[in-house]
């Protein structure tokens, strides 16, 4: 009989990850055990104050990088401590705009239209169990792009996405859309976590080994079976790519964005994007870059139709959310090029990128929370025209992330389209460069044609308001857009930190 | 403190006073605009004094590290070309706000708004000529395009939205097709020695005539939707007709003219194999451009709309002088930039005056002016004057040198483009006729004159346009250096002898 092993799990290494779950739990005893009425503000202040103390550890482990951690299955090299310090920023941003509860349903269970949701509402009750779905949303999103096994990798996957469909259904208004969205959401992402797993078996198959680095040792030494591998990047990828919103595996991406509470939407639109391409960066970037040759002109052709498809389809939106749907779907195509770049600045420009797209979309989102009618808040474009006479605060705001969207000097989208194709562009890929320029003239037109709606039309008198915004959105609101211009004028310290940190151990 | 760096802030600190005044305090923050532009214009003169006539190399510069992690400095330095540029348009702001006192009152938003977003402009103006790094150079060049977006969108008339957004996204799809070969430029940098924007550096570059050619187009059909040339020049009309009288002296007068100073600085220096092998297509362009713009200048309704034309038809001129790469056609685009951005500024402003009087843009609406408002009409005659080069004005130096230096390498191109003046004739001469003289048309009598503020406004243009064309010069000592530096280090060498300072007299 084998002695038992005991697992060695560097407590220290996993410490940000182990804190926000530590929180979590604390949530859900929360939500045990006390009062309706003390609920909120306990939530509020667990919730931030462990995203807090993570940020504060992960900043004091970032020079214990380049090393694993729970038996060489979770890497925390210099690339995990950015990815999380970004998630763990972005999450902090869109928490604040969680925190307004004017969004959430109170009772989630309740039919739609029934007796129980109309009490509920009256009752005045707030919901809060959206705080501690958060925190374990955060926890997988957090070791997802650390995963250094494929196992792991999955279980990271599925950490981050099941709280995420619940939350996408909490919508206090349209509940239905929601719901549906939430289903749709449920069900696509289920198909994509097989697919995922269909791909981690062939790999597994392939390389007789779950771990990155044995993967990457098969692939290196060539001699497993080539039709494992390929069939393995294939489904992997298929996984990812649904993550990320690459075409063809966006179709979730507006529905979803549209139905989903807004300050969930701006969350996970931020959050995931970093989670899931940390995880791919760290995936083609270790494992599968010796396997370039199979998996770049794919990926180059997705990469493609994801940026024109994005921007040209982003044009016909009537809707705000959709729109930043679409733009999402196009901005995922301009980090795809930093996948593909393969090469220690298109890691960095990818890095980059996810944190300066990732701020302005919590940014972006927590505008439109702002904007009301009687109904709730008000998505349809037409309505935003003379955003700016009924409030210049919310309308400059909005311009200036469009502006960080469409990627014009002095904000921090300018810099990160710069590194990022640049990056492309180093390693060979022109022709990538050349359509992602072209697809963000086409992306500038619809940015701009809301500018145009927001600051020189005339408003209509339908109702629409935009609220006085409660501190902590209005917090949010401040920090994301200050970061996105800093990061535009003087992006030199952020860059100089990513570019001493970021690298994969192998 | 650096010269340029103080020049650039001082507008931006203006704009900070400005926006936190009170929204009902337009007067003062007028004044504030007029005395804050006036500080520049000063300045920028004063600079112009210290200015080594001497030397061809870049001068008042200063370098600072802003994003070493891509190699980008902080870089800002002026030769005679840029400076002359600086010149005009710190010499035009104060002028346009003079002009517009009251341009500001009709938009959708606050007088303030319009002051900060013109300083805003005049700052990223001054940065856009001197900038020494290829990357702040681009900042810049897009970065202006916002606040020209808001002025014409704010501040316009009639179809203005359809207008600043058709002017933005010609100018963004241009400036992308320039980042891309800013790009390929900056990896070619870090493969042959290391990741630079340095303008010098850049143009030591090895590289093949195919990644040359893709990358000068980069280059150039951004300053060519800039300049505008024809066929990229649609939006040029539209948003004349729409801005505000100043917004288009600021857009044609001014930043038209980065488009090609850009040619010069950018695609001549950097690419100069290029420019060679794609010369006979531009200069076909720029005569296109010259004659085109003309003949649609003459069928204009639109007073507006005619002097956009008109303006098409000078950018041909001064396209045409850029690459018929003689230092004379060099010296002489120089100053056409220079005289044009004086000539489109009287004609936008006394034809604004004469606009909001009357309120309408139609030629066909004035008549007899001349016995109205004399002093208004013969301002207009006088910019008509420069605009066609009559010669003892500044504009008829510029236009001679530019063909001059064309004819001695170009002489088919120089040909066609000179009857490009005698079409000038024609399209001044129509509508001086019809505005100022015949009959007074009704609705035309009771027109004021130009009051105190307006001829303190018009009397400096006027004169700068007599003086240079007297005596050019001052301006031609600036420029002639840079000009030939630029020529024999693009790798061509003048037919002719150095030009002589005198020439045009």
Redesign the interface.
Known sequence: MTDFIVPKLSYVQLSPILIVLGGALIGVLIEAFLSRKVRPIAQLTITLGSLILALIQLWHIRHESALTAAMGSVAIDGATILMQGSILLIAILAVALIADNEHFTVLAAAVPGSPEERDSLQSGEKLTEVFPLTLFAVAGMLLFPASNDLITLFVALEMLSLPLYLMAGLSRRRRLMSQEAALKYFLLGAFSSAFFLFGAAYLYGYSGSVSLAGIRAAVVGGSGNDVFLLMGIAFLSIGLLFKVGAVPFHAWTPDVYQGAPTPITAFMAAATKVAAFGAMLRIFYTSLANANWDWRPMMSIIAIITMLFGSVVAIAQRDVKRMLAYSSIAHAGFLLTGVIALNKSGL?ASIFYLFAYGVATVGAFGVVTLVRDSSGEVTDLNKWAGL?KRSPFAATLFAGFL?AF?G???TSG??G???I??AA??SGN?SL??VG??S??IA??FY??VI?LM???DAADDGTSVIIPSILTRSTLIITSVITILLGV???PL??FI?SLASFIR | MNMLTSLMLLPLIGALLISALPTTKSLLAKQMTLGTTLLVAIGVIVMAIRFDTSKTDLQFVETH??????GINYSVGVDGIALVLIILSALLAPIVVLAGWNESSGG??SAKTFYILVLVLETMIIGVFSANDLFLF???F??M??PV??LI??YGTGQ??AA??KF??YS??GG??M??SI??L??LS?EQGGHTFNINTLSQLQMSSTTQNLLFLGFFIAFAIKAPLWPLHTWLPDAAQSATPGTSVLLLGILDKVGTFGMIRYCLTLFPEASKTFTPLILVLAVISIIYGAFLAIGQKDLKRLIAFTSISHFGFITMGIFAMTSQGHSGATLYMFNHGFSTAALFIVGGWMMSRRGSSKISDFGGLQRVTPVMAWSFFFAGMSSLALPGLSSFVSEFLVLVGTYTRYPVAAIIGTFGIVLAALYILIPVQRALHGPTMPGNEALSDLNLREKIAIAPVIAIIIALGFYPSPLLNIINPASTHTITQAGFKDPLAQIDPKAGK
Not at chain 2, 65 to 70: E, V
């Open positions: 960095d700016a502006l469409a014009i000097p002095l300018f810099i389209k710069f590194s194709f640049s562009y180093e022109k460069v050349i320029v072209l963000s003239a500038a037109y701009i044609r145009v600051f020189f039309k003087y992006p030199a860059l100089n570019n | 590290s802003w994003i070493p992690t891509f959708r938003w681009y900042v810049f897009e970065a395009l916002i977006y808001f969108g704010g203005r939205n600043a957004v933005l996204i963004l799809l992308l097709l980042l891309a790009i390929a900056y990896v870090g």
